[in-house]
């Protein structure tokens, strides 16, 4: 059975940094496209951050650019999220995904067959 599971999250002050870590098992993070998405409290989920199968091309959301970065580890079958410079509407439930469709421009991504059961990340002061 594939799975997912995230790890990492917890409650920072703003300015804060956190690493969010995917481990994945019975399939290849590497050969697949995969991301990350987070939903906030009353709020509709939304993409982060996506990597591409195979080169790992990397895509982010404008309001992550500069303080997110997305990274894999095909060896140890992980993906990864480090979240730098963190802000309180960063505060949200950050989930990974894998086996995804980015679209050609490189600014959504949708329609992934894997997710994992989600991780909580609260900026706060």
């Known amino acids: 059975q594939v799975q997912l599971v995230e790890s990492g999250g917890g409650s920072v002050q703003p300015g804060g940094s956190l690493r969010l870590s995917c481990a994945a098992s019975?399939?290849?993070?590497?050969?697949?496209?995969s991301a990350w998405f987070r939903q906030a409290p009353g709020k509709e989920r939304e993409g982060v951050s996506a990597?591409?199968?195979?080169?790992?091309?990397?895509f982010y959301k404008e309001f992550v650019k500069g303080r997110f970065t997305m990274s894999r580890d095909n060896a140890r079958n992980m993906l990864y999220l480090q979240l730098n410079d963190l802000k309180p509407e960063d505060t949200a439930v950050y989930y990974c995904?894998?086996?995804?469709?980015?679209?050609?421009?490189?600014?959504?991504?949708?329609?992934?067959?894997?997710w994992g059961q989600g991780t909580q990340v609260t900026v706060s002061s």
């Open positions: 019975r399939f290849t993070v590497g050969d697949v496209a």
């Open positions: 995904a894998a086996d995804c469709t980015i679209n050609y421009r490189g600014d959504d991504w949708f329609d992934c067959d894997y």
């Open positions: 990597m591409t199968g195979g080169d790992g091309e990397k």
